[in-house]
């Protein structure tokens, strides 16, 4: 699964490593591509999967778009700036919902209220919205005030969808159903299988301009759910398919065959921790005993197929705010011995059995992977499930799709250890799932990590401009690595293949960039 608020981000176009020779594009046709999980319910500021962030871009537009450069360009604000903790947009004239209805500064301003406002309980608060933020409108300009400096904020709104009047009166009707000012307009949904859009032939306010009417643009787009790597691969050679996500030894056949591919620098294998009460995993000795026992950069081959490399730090998708490795030095090896050491010294012995326990409660874990990532999660998922049951460990792989995940970490509670990679641009967007209220209060804390080190570190950082505090977010995220409250443990290139079609990766399918091929 991931957890994606930017899910790839490398700005490719249409001809990957086999190409797709330049033919003429065509008008009036349909462009289909996989889903590899169904995305529940539709409202875009409702979710955080990579499934749910792709369909919002095809209904959805935000305030300004970012390439994969980082650099800032026009979509519903045509004029924006910074100063301190003010934040101004010029909303354009002219743009309309696909009800016919007028945006306007004011909607900005509703969108923005909605998200700040806790009862409401949106993923997007303190991520693509600092928390504490407010906004007015005068005329077309919408006038934002921070509680405090946001060093990234221009690209976190970047990533904010923004919904039109008729939805915010109706959230309901949200729910399988848009209400957006994008390219396209849902007409059919089916939960598990497809969820149809026509395009609106009056667009014109994409990013840098971008139009519809543009030679090549699809009529309609169909995004089928295709939870299986195997069954995405086949139906793109059959051209059943234009694009899918697709990795593992299927990418590898796709690749042979020449099928177009564009990548996409992600954290593929991250480790959390439920550290709730009642769970073994919130006890320190624990956590640090399921990382030792661990040979990370074994399960980073395994997961990845061979093809990736080890986790650098939390933020990676392009344009990333900061470079540089937060983990390096700061994530313990693989050591048994320390392991089955800081398992002995917290209380928790070996029975008869070779299973552990401490007051009678036997050491039992589940860890949740996501089902998509196919045969190679499946194997680093039981490679860890062996380590763990050699130091004492009654240790369960558990596999879901994206949405099972997301209810369990997000819902029920009904997890001990979670593959969840959160996929970001800035290191400020996944701070509140780092920190702050957890789920049951409204937050995004699923994993209820508490750490002093990073929360003061954080507060450093957020007080610099941008870039100039990336020292400081390095050192936040090394603390957390220290104090086994997360462990990233690969990076992958995620290849993106197309048949037919052209088009753009930027965080996922921009769909302003989709061009049919005669």
Not at 444 to 471: H, L, Q, R
Request: net charge negative; glycine share 10%; proline share 5%.
């Amino acid at each position: 699964m991931t957890l994606s608020l930017a899910t790839a981000g490398l700005a490719a176009c249409g001809s990957g490593s086999g190409g797709t020779e330049a033919k003429a594009y065509v008008d009036g046709q349909a462009f289909t591509m996989a889903l590899a999980a169904d995305p529940g319910a539709l409202d875009p500021q409702g979710g955080v999967s990579s499934t749910l962030l792709q369909l919002n871009r095809f209904a959805y537009d935000p305030l300004v778009s970012v390439d994969a450069k980082g650099e800032v360009s026009a979509q519903l604000a045509e004029k924006w700036s910074v100063d301190g903790t003010t934040v101004t947009f010029d909303i354009k004239d002219g743009v309309t919902c696909a009800d016919g209805a007028e945006f306007t500064a004011q909607t900005v301003v509703d969108n923005i209220s909605y998200v700040e406002d806790p009862k409401n309980q949106s993923p997007f608060l303190g991520v693509f919205i600092p928390a504490g933020a407010t906004a007015k409108a005068s005329g077309q300009t919408v006038t934002v005030t921070l509680a405090a400096p946001a060093p990234f904020v221009l690209a976190s709104f970047a990533h904010l969808p923004m919904v039109c009047d008729s939805g915010l009166t109706d959230r309901a009707s949200l729910k399988a159903g848009t209400a957006g000012t994008g390219p396209y307009t849902l007409t059919e949904a089916v939960p598990g299988d497809h969820y149809t859009y026509e395009v609106r032939e009056d667009y014109a306010w994409g990013p840098g301009g971008a139009k519809a009417s543009a030679k090549g643009t699809p009529a309609t787009i169909e995004a089928k759910v295709v939870g299986n790597n195997t069954t995405a691969a086949n139906q793109l050679l059959s051209g059943d398919l234009n694009a899918a996500s697709i990795t593992g030894q299927e990418a590898a056949r796709l690749e042979a065959a020449k099928v177009s591919r564009v990548d996409a620098q992600a954290v593929v294998g991250e480790q959390w921790y439920n550290h709730a009460e009642g769970h073994p995993t919130a006890d320190p000795a624990v956590r640090a005993a399921l990382t030792q026992a661990l040979d990370l950069a074994e399960l980073q081959k395994v997961i990845t197929a061979g093809q990736g490399g080890p986790a650098t730090q939390l933020a990676v998708v392009a344009p990333a705010g900061c470079t540089g490795s937060s983990v390096e030095s700061n994530l313990a090896d693989d050591d048994v011995a320390a392991a089955e050491k800081a398992l002995d010294e917290a209380g928790w012995a070996a029975g008869a059995d070779g299973v552990r326990a401490k007051d009678g409660k036997p050491l039992a874990i589940t860890v949740l992977h996501d089902s998509s990532v196919g045969a190679a999660g499946t194997a680093a998922a039981e490679l860890a499930v062996a380590a763990w049951k050699k130091v004492g460990v009654e240790a369960t792989a558990k596999s879901l799709d994206q949405t099972a995940i997301q209810t369990a970490i997000f819902g029920t509670g009904d997890w001990d250890v979670a593959w969840v990679p959160i996929n970001v641009n800035t290191p400020d967007q996944i701070v509140p799932f780092l920190s702050g209220p957890g789920p049951a209060e409204g937050g995004n804390n699923f994993a209820g990590i508490a750490n002093p080190d990073y929360d003061a570190a954080v507060k450093t950082a957020m007080g610099k401009n941008g870039a100039e505090g990336c020292s400081d977010w390095l050192a936040a995220e090394a603390s957390l690595f220290e104090a086994y409250d997360v462990v990233p443990f690969a990076n992958n290139l995620l290849p993106f293949f197309s048949q037919g079609a052209e088009l753009e990766v930027v965080g996922s399918v921009v769909p302003t960039s989709i061009r049919m091929l005669g």
